[in-house]
């Protein structure tokens, strides 16, 4: 089976201009989690998705971040206008809602390596 | 506060021998559960093992274990018999039920398998 996709792998760009992450969950999850990785921060939380709907954007550092998921099998991460210290790899991540609603492992995507010049 | 506290900021083990990484976490929530990833050098994320807050067995999963000790609350990973792949970062995460389900991370151990 596939694992989360995550696309572009790169991307540079430069300050001011528009960045669209996309990811592709596991096939069945209904859960979908945006993370960040810097070295400064480690990995933090944006935001995360149960069957489609936002339950959590808190970690969604500022207006300049949206992410929406249309369906079950798609969502973006937006940043308009990008920033040098949006610099970053962004992950995302599926799971499922297991038994008695208990949230199941969350599998990573490879992630994409933003460079914000 | 920081919830997941990871106290090795880096760790060298040789080749076949075993090697434990801290995790210590700080929650009031009665159901939780904790995570270890491994990222190598490639960048991914990979899931290794997991603890739920009522099992009552450590997990173990191949050569990892997870040594549970609910009332000192920590959980760290027991790596037997180290390989040279083994070497990489390694992060302790836990989500609690009552506050969603989003995982919340170490700052990460890097572990360096020596010949």
């Known amino acids: 089976d596939a694992g989360v996709i995550q696309s572009p792998r790169h991307e540079v760009t430069e300050m001011g201009q528009e960045v669209t992450l996309r990811c592709k969950p596991i096939?069945?999850?209904?859960?979908l989690f945006w993370y960040r990785q810097t070295m400064m921060r480690g990995l933090e939380l944006l935001i995360y998705?149960?069957?489609?709907?936002?339950?959590?954007d808190s970690g969604m550092p500022e207006d300049r971040f949206s992410a929406k998921m249309p369906n079950a099998s798609f969502s973006t991460l937006k940043i308009q206008p990008s920033e040098p210290r949006d610099s970053a790899v962004y992950f995302c991540a599926s799971s499922s809602w297991g038994l008695a609603g208990e949230a199941e492992t969350q599998y990573f995507g490879p992630g994409t390596r933003l460079l914000v010049l | 506060a920081q919830k997941i506290t990871q106290t090795q900021p880096g760790m060298f083990v040789q080749e076949k021998e075993a090697v434990t990484l801290d995790c210590t976490y700080d929650t009031s929530d009665p159901s939780y559960g904790l995570f270890w990833y491994k990222q190598p050098s490639s960048g991914e994320m990979i899931f290794l093992i997991y603890?739920?807050?009522?099992?009552?067995q450590n997990a173990t999963e191949g050569r990892y274990s997870l040594n549970f000790q609910k009332a000192r609350k920590s959980a760290n990973l027991v790596i037997s018999a180290s390989q040279l792949g083994d070497s990489a970062m390694y992060f302790c995460a836990m989500m609690e039920k009552n506050s969603g389900y989003a995982l919340n991370f170490g700052k990460g151990t890097s572990l360096l398998v020596t010949p």
């Open positions: 998705f149960n069957n489609n709907v936002p339950i959590d």
């Open positions: 096939s069945g999850h209904n859960s």
């Open positions: 603890q739920g807050s009522y099992d009552q």
